[in-house]
């Protein structure tokens, strides 16, 4: 490059008395060019630029720039955006940066780096198109054009102002309809949906199917453009966890497969099993107490698994919504107390419509009346607790700090067996003298 050293003190003059125009200039160029101009320029000088660069623009060049050059950068780099260009790098060149980095901006970066197990930072993806909103469109264009040579093209770019803060977004087909010198920032959408890199997946999967997106944006607590998640990754994850909550539901071990070994299995199944013995030895300790009552009148026992039956169904029934409704973030807080009432109505509007079929069912079967009046007035009280019940136990373990999704049927059915068995057996010895 002889022929443009004489122009490098220019250069070198203009970069050092407005480093953020000359970032500018840097990221509209090819990215060979660039490589050229720092590398030509004295390291000290081309080091100022860095700072300033787009996330992705620096991350290329510093896996590319000479030693010299990169022993100038380094020590510019706050933790922040450190942390951010690393997270944009090739594996090999972001243990090249991390290994270069003093040892206490180290200990800040990794915390920085160190996402949540099931957050959007830990599954985003940081391959993205980001562009200046002082850009105009025939520049962008150019720059959209060499970025995607290396990435796959792109929907949507996104647009940053001059410290990386994520201020639009522009689709493709409204930069290429756009007059060629118009400002990005012009025509940009402005209304853009972001989520925290903090944010549990699960709360991001329900606020993206509201929304009906196939990418959201996440930002870093300044609003910086991080990367991206993919509503595919999304929809994984809540298959996944869905999966999870259903054995989880019913007692069995999140983690356990298929084919787990023999031994694993047992460990996940036999705690729950244990406490479901326990609970149903409760429910029988209800029965007992109306042993006589059962000896007297023997067609009771006929209908004990009925009212049961019912109740866990029903139940079961609220619980799968509410689970449903928790998973994908679809009940705020200031609604609890009306889905917990929607549901118990519920059970009150089912408890009457199958009490009056199973009262039928008993005076006929029977012959009295008063069998299918004890059975109907059971089966609306077990249905009542039942979609109470069903509700409230999986908010009320969620609102305790518990997995919602850990055993709450196994909860449920003892809850609906008890009262279910209570009130079938109470409302007989009431009305014992009309059923012998």
């Given at each position: 490059?002889?022929?443009?050293?004489?122009?490098?003190p220019?250069?070198?003059?203009?970069?050092e008395?407005?480093p953020?125009?000359?970032?500018?200039?840097?990221?509209n160029?090819?990215?060979?060019?660039?490589?050229?101009?720092l590398?030509e320029?004295?390291p000290?000088?081309?080091a100022?630029?860095?700072?300033?660069?787009?996330?992705?623009v620096?991350?290329n060049?510093?896996s590319?720039?000479p030693?010299?050059?990169?022993?100038?950068?380094?020590?510019?780099l706050?933790p922040?955006?450190?942390?951010?260009?690393?997270l944009?790098?090739?594996?090999?060149?972001r243990?090249k940066?991390?290994?270069?980095?003093?040892?206490?901006?180290?200990?800040?970066i990794r915390?920085?780096?160190?996402?949540p197990?099931?957050?959007?930072?830990?599954?985003?993806?940081?391959?993205?198109?980001?562009?200046?909103?002082?850009?105009?469109?025939q520049?962008?264009?150019?720059r959209i054009?060499?970025l995607?040579?290396?990435?796959n093209?792109a929907?949507y770019?996104y647009?940053?102002?001059?410290?990386?803060?994520l201020v639009?977004?522009i689709t493709?087909r409204d930069?290429?309809?756009?007059?060629?010198?118009?400002?990005?920032?012009?025509?940009m959408?402005r209304?853009?949906f972001?989520?925290?890199a903090f944010?549990?997946?699960?709360e991001?999967?329900g606020?993206v199917?509201?929304?009906k997106?196939?990418?959201?944006?996440v930002v870093?607590?300044?609003?910086k453009?991080?990367?991206?998640?993919?509503?595919?990754?999304?929809i994984?994850?809540?298959?996944s966890?869905a999966?999870e909550?259903?054995?989880k539901?019913?007692?069995?071990?999140s983690?356990?497969?298929t084919?787990?070994p023999?031994?694993?299995?047992?460990?996940?199944?036999?705690?729950w099993?244990?406490?479901?013995?326990?609970t149903?030895?409760?429910?029988a300790?209800?029965v007992?107490?109306f042993?006589s009552?059962?000896?007297q009148?023997?067609?009771?026992?006929?209908f004990l698994p009925?009212?049961?039956?019912?109740g866990?169904?029903?139940?079961?029934q609220?619980l799968?919504?509410?689970?449903?409704?928790?998973v994908?973030?679809?009940?705020?807080k200031?609604?609890?107390w009306?889905?917990i009432?929607k549901?118990?109505?519920?059970?009150l509007?089912?408890?009457?419509?199958?009490?009056l079929v199973?009262s039928?069912?008993?005076?006929?079967?029977y012959?009295?009346?008063?069998?299918g009046?004890?059975?109907?007035?059971?089966?609306?009280?077990?249905l009542v607790v039942?979609?109470?019940f069903?509700?409230?136990?999986?908010?009320?373990?969620?609102a305790?700090?518990?997995?919602p999704?850990?055993?709450s049927?196994?909860v449920?059915?003892?809850?609906?067996?008890?009262?279910?068995?209570l009130a079938?057996?109470?409302?007989?010895?009431?009305f014992?003298?009309?059923?012998?």
């Amino acid at each position: 490059m002889a022929s443009s050293t004489p122009l490098l003190p220019l250069a070198q003059s203009y970069l050092e008395r407005d480093p953020l125009a000359a970032a500018h200039c840097i990221e509209n160029m090819d990215e060979e060019d660039a490589l050229t101009v720092l590398s030509e320029l004295p390291p000290a000088s081309a080091a100022q630029v860095f700072p300033h660069l787009q996330v992705n623009v620096a991350s290329n060049l510093l896996s590319r720039i000479p030693p010299e050059l990169f022993k100038e950068v380094i020590p510019r780099l706050g933790p922040h955006q450190a942390a951010s260009i690393i997270l944009s790098m090739e594996p090999v060149s972001r243990q090249k940066l991390i290994d270069s980095l003093p040892e206490k901006s180290k200990e800040e970066i990794r915390e920085l780096l160190t996402y949540p197990e099931h957050s959007a930072g830990k599954v985003m993806s940081t391959d993205f198109v980001a562009l200046r909103q002082d850009v105009n469109v025939q520049n962008a264009v150019e720059r959209i054009r060499t970025l995607v040579r290396k990435k796959n093209p792109a929907s949507y770019a996104y647009v940053v102002d001059h410290e990386n803060h994520l201020v639009g977004i522009i689709t493709m087909r409204d930069l290429l309809l756009s007059n060629p010198d118009t400002q990005l920032g012009e025509f940009m959408n402005r209304n853009v949906f972001t989520v925290n890199a903090f944010m549990d997946l699960e709360e991001v999967a329900g606020e993206v199917s509201k929304r009906k997106f196939f990418v959201v944006p996440v930002v870093d607590h300044e609003k910086k453009l991080l990367g991206l998640v993919k509503a595919d990754q999304l929809i994984g994850y809540a298959q996944s966890e869905a999966t999870e909550d259903l054995v989880k539901m019913f007692g069995a071990g999140s983690t356990e497969s298929t084919f787990s070994p023999i031994l694993y299995s047992l460990s996940k199944r036999q705690p729950w099993l244990h406490f479901n013995l326990l609970t149903a030895f409760l429910a029988a300790g209800v029965v007992s107490l109306f042993e006589s009552t059962i000896a007297q009148i023997t067609a009771l026992a006929v209908f004990l698994p009925v009212v049961a039956g019912q109740g866990g169904n029903a139940g079961n029934q609220s619980l799968a919504i509410v689970m449903r409704g928790l998973v994908l973030r679809e009940i705020p807080k200031g609604k609890v107390w009306k889905l917990i009432a929607k549901e118990t109505l519920i059970g009150l509007i089912n408890g009457v419509s199958i009490g009056l079929v199973t009262s039928l069912i008993a005076w006929v079967w029977y012959g009295n009346a008063i069998l299918g009046v004890v059975i109907g007035l059971a089966m609306i009280v077990n249905l009542v607790v039942a979609g109470l019940f069903g509700a409230a136990i999986p908010l009320i373990m969620k609102a305790l700090g518990f997995d919602p999704a850990q055993s709450s049927s196994i909860v449920l059915t003892t809850f609906t067996d008890v009262v279910g068995f209570l009130a079938f057996l109470g409302f007989a010895r009431i009305f014992m003298n009309y059923l012998m």
